[in-house]
């Protein structure tokens, strides 16, 4: 079984679609449930609980081989695409149905008053317009100054003449410096005569000269190429999940993810989901997240002993030996840890065979 989460395009922002696939019912009367990976708590319409809660979708519909159930807000906006989540499917016939949720890209209900535009301002008078500028002052009239009475008589007669004799004295100075400024002929027998330009064959004769060097210029330094960025681990094991890939695919991916929280979590959910297709090492090394004994990273899977044996138990029918052994070893520490006064493990021990 398949399960994964989108968004809601025709209920719009916080309602989604929850696709389970490879589903052999068409009975629509379905009960599902959320558990965190995280700390295995329940998802209750409110909140997160140790309890069991069987929610009831908006509706359900049958695609193909598998259900289409519709959810609400209340459940929307309590998933976080930061935790994994294990889907559990409750038909109204058999037992209880388990895979991994797909879930990214999650549009949250819209808060109460988001997106609503605030009441409108009183219309206000408007603001009067600017004064006119002031009309520029008219520029003072120019006073006019007289003229002077014209000359006349022999007072007119004699400026005359004094120009007529300030105007020859000032032609005869320029006919001085003309002659004076004239630049004396070079006689015809001194005339320096030009050198003659050399014959073809006396400049075929003369040696060409070297050509100039051609420094050689430092190649340019080579662009290194262009490395994308790492796909985060997590990122790494829901693209995978989404595609159609045998379970030994997964346990083999599951073992290159990194020694880190977020690598340790994309591996339980590769390993979860290769132990629920009946791979026999996925189910011992899923056994072993859940095992309070096993001293492995376990990111943010939280110690189960119960579920440790269940697949323990699963693992050691599938044939693999070494969950036997451990199987004892979880048996024992449970029965110290009730003798210590543990109700829980006492609860467990009475549950598991």
Not at 45 to 54: F, G, I, S
Not at 134 to 153: D, F, Q
Not at 188 to 202: D, F, W
Not at 291 to 319: F, H, N, R, V
């Amino acid at each position: 079984m398949r399960a994964r989460y989108e968004n809601d395009p025709i209920r719009g922002p916080g309602y989604g679609l929850l696709y389970v696939e490879d589903v052999d019912t068409a009975n629509t009367d379905v009960r599902f449930a959320f558990i965190r990976s995280s700390d295995h708590k329940t998802l209750h319409p409110e909140n997160w609980e140790d309890t069991e809660c069987r929610l009831v979708p908006d509706g359900v519909t049958v695609r193909g081989n598998g259900l289409c159930l519709a959810i609400g807000p209340g459940i929307v906006r309590q998933l976080d695409e930061l935790n994994t989540y294990r889907f559990v499917l409750f038909p109204p016939a058999g037992g209880p149905l388990k895979a991994p949720l797909e879930l990214s890209g999650v549009i949250y209900p819209l808060e109460d008053g988001s997106g609503r535009v605030s009441a409108s301002e009183e219309a206000k008078p408007a603001p009067a317009p600017p004064p006119p500028p002031p009309a520029p002052e008219p520029e003072p009239e120019r006073e006019l100054t007289p003229e002077p009475p014209p000359v006349s008589g022999k007072k007119s007669l004699v400026v005359w003449l004094m120009l007529i004799a300030l105007l020859a004295l000032l032609a005869g100075a320029g006919v001085w410096f003309m002659v004076r400024d004239k630049p004396a002929e070079v006689p015809a027998a001194e005339t320096v005569a030009e050198p003659a330009p050399e014959s073809s064959q006396a400049a075929e004769q003369k040696e060409p000269e070297p050509a100039a060097s051609v420094s050689s210029q430092p190649e340019p330094p080579a662009v290194p190429a262009f490395v994308p960025p790492p796909v985060p681990p997590l990122e790494q094991a829901r693209q995978f999940l989404r595609g159609d890939h045998a379970a030994a695919a997964g346990l083999a991916l599951s073992r290159t993810l990194p020694q880190t929280p977020e690598g340790r979590d994309a591996a339980y959910l590769l390993l979860e989901s290769a132990a629920e297709q009946g791979d026999p090492e996925a189910m011992l090394e899923l056994a072993a997240f859940y095992d309070p004994l096993d001293a492995t990273a376990k990111g943010s899977i939280l110690p189960d002993a119960e579920q440790a044996w269940e697949w323990y138990g699963k693992a050691e029918k599938a044939g693999q030996a070494a969950a036997t052994g451990r199987k004892g070893a979880l048996r024992a520490w449970l029965e110290g840890e009730a003798g210590k006064g543990s109700t829980a493990a006492r609860g467990i021990l009475s549950r598991i065979k």
